[in-house]
């Protein structure tokens, strides 16, 4: 390689920059003390990269230090490489917390979101039990409704006995009448009322009233096979039999048919 074939390759430039290879170098290196006119090119270029460096404000420094060798260079790489991977290692460390973080997250949702659907279960549950006991509730209620007597369909049997009058109210297509003794007179200290169906005073009267009691309205649920309904005042003390002493049959009302009809009984 001659003086031109260098300046064509530049080489020499690199070799000023110390950028070429040992070879290179070698070879240049060689050239230059060969050729005086190579040499002088180094030269010019040298100067030309010297001046280019004070230009910029590259040289040695003022207050004496001395140039950093490789070795020094080398220094800063390693301290620049140690921090690098610190902080590397601790950006890892945040890309492992944030992943758990979003796992956790995820799963955070997933246990919100199935609470929520439970709920939403729970919820549609309980309102179709609402709207079945409403349902339920509406129903017994129009069946209660469809059960209340008409007042204004009462018809009233009055029947008189020796001591007032005997009100018997009777519904329509109910089985139920409601006995007033409001309008008889009271019956003697120690004596009540008692009730029989169809005569059978053998047995427990169906209704018993006592002298305190008499004012008010008093309902007797009749049977399918009740003809007839016996009102006796009898005494309490001492107990004794409906054909002994203090007992009195007030008033014999036939039940057959509407209207009531009663026979008078005298005390």
């Known amino acids: 390689m001659n003086r031109d074939d260098l300046k064509k390759s530049g080489l020499l430039e690199q070799y000023v920059l110390g950028l070429t290879s040992r070879k290179e ?54 301290e620049m490489i140690m921090q690098m991977t610190a902080r590397n290692h601790s950006l890892v460390k945040w890309r492992y917390g944030l992943g758990v973080l979003c796992l956790l997250l995820l799963c955070l949702c997933g246990f919100l979101f199935r609470i929520s659907e439970n709920n939403h279960s729970n919820l549609i549950i309980e309102k179709a039990e609402h709207a079945q006991d ?24 009055k029947v008189a006995v020796k ?63 009740t003809s007839s309904l016996q009102i006796y005042g009898r ?8 054909d002994g002493g203090g007992n009195t049959l007030i008033a014999d009302l036939s039940l057959d048919g509407t209207p009531i009809s009663g026979t008078l009984k005298t005390q």
């Open 25 to 78: 170098s070698l070879m240049i290196q060689k050239m230059l003390e060969e050729d005086p006119e190579v040499k002088k090119d180094f030269d010019k270029l040298r100067s030309e990269f010297d001046g280019y460096v004070v230009d910029q404000g590259l040289q040695v420094p003022d207050d004496g230090r001395e140039p950093r060798k490789q070795e020094d260079f080398d220094d800063l790489d390693y």
């Open 134 to 157: 409403e349902t339920s509730h509406h129903l017994a209620l129009k069946h209660a409704l469809k059960s209340i007597p008409e007042w204004q369909d009462i018809t009233t049997q």
């Open 163 to 225: 001591n007032g009058v005997v009100l018997l109210h009777r519904l329509l297509n109910q089985h139920v009448v409601l006995l007033d003794l409001s309008h008889c007179d009271g019956i003697s200290a120690g004596h009540v009322y008692h009730v029989f169906f169809n005569g059978q005073l053998n047995e427990d009267p169906v209704l018993v009233i006592s002298g305190k009691d008499r004012l008010g309205l008093h309902p007797v649920l009749l049977e399918k096979e």
């Open 235 to 242: 005494r309490i003390e001492p107990a004794s039999s409906i």
